[in-house]
T-cell receptor, first 114, second 114 residues
Framework: GAGVSQSPRYKVAKRGQDVALRCDPISGHVSLFWYQQALGQGPEFLTY????????KSGLPSDRFFAERPEGSVSTLKIQRTQQEDSAVYLC????????????FGPGTRLTVT | AQSVTQLGSHVSVSEGALVLLRCNYS??????LFWYVQYPNQGLQLLLK??????LVKGINGFEAEFKKSETSFHLTKPSAHMSDAAEYFC????????????FGKGNQVVVIP
């Protein structure tokens, strides 16, 4: 079946603009994660959803970052008033049930803030 | 909190030679451990995982890893490198409870020399 998809794949934003990044998880997957991967670094956890409930947002770096998953499937990560330090690849991952050990990753969205 | 350490960001290996990537973890509870591979412009693909069953874990593409509690290590090996193994490799850890958020190492960029 189809894997995790993300759009857009690339996004260039001017500093101060708002951006919205979309994640389509694997159909039926309950858990959804967002990670941020800066250049030359490993991914870092941002936030976690179980169905539509955002159960952990401890990794969001500032109140400019906001994520939602209103119907328990597609998720959107929104960044307001983008800054240069927000430039990174944003990865989405899903897993079948809570407690599942395997997360399936999408290809990521590369955000460049100029 | 869980964390992993990967030393040596770039690893060069000759084609046909042993691939050895080191990972040491820190965890206050029995961990689950993972190795992921990332090819350019692609998402993370799971190579193998340790979830408290066998300590020697075999994964895809001929890779394996051994969990050693006494050394808090989970090193990744492959007996004979192929050109197609050139990629970035990440070790990751999660707790065996809660939302299973992954904590990644900084990664190893593997270069295969023909």
């Amino acid at each position: 079946g189809a894997g995790v998809s993300q759009s857009p794949r690339y996004k260039v934003a001017k500093r101060g603009q708002d951006v919205a990044l979309r994640c389509d998880p694997i159909s039926g997957h309950v858990s959804l994660f967002w990670y941020q991967q800066a250049l030359g670094q490993g991914p870092e956890f941002l936030t976690y959803f179980q169905n539509e409930a955002q159960l952990d947002k401890s990794g969001l770096p500032s109140d400019r970052f906001f994520a939602e998953r209103p119907e328990g499937s597609v998720s959107t990560l929104k960044i307001q008033r983008t800054q240069q330090e927000d430039s990174a690849v944003y990865l989405c991952a899903s897993s079948l049930v809570e407690g599942a050990r395997e997360q399936y990753f999408g290809p990521g969205t590369r955000l460049t803030v100029t | 909190a869980q964390s992993v350490t990967q030393l040596g960001s770039h690893v060069s290996v000759s084609e046909g030679a042993l691939v050895l990537l080191r990972c040491n973890y820190s965890s206050s509870v029995p961990p689950y451990l993972f190795w992921y591979v990332q090819y350019p412009n692609q998402g993370l693909q799971l190579l193998l995982k340790y979830t408290s069953a066998a300590t020697l874990v075999k994964g895809i593409n001929g890779f394996e890893a051994e969990f050693k509690k006494s050394e808090t290590s989970f090193h990744l090996t492959k007996p004979s490198a192929h050109m197609s193994d050139a990629a970035e490799y990440f070790c990751a850890v999660s707790a065996n409870y809660g939302n299973n958020r992954l904590a990644f190492g900084k990664g190893n960029q593997v270069v295969v020399i023909p």
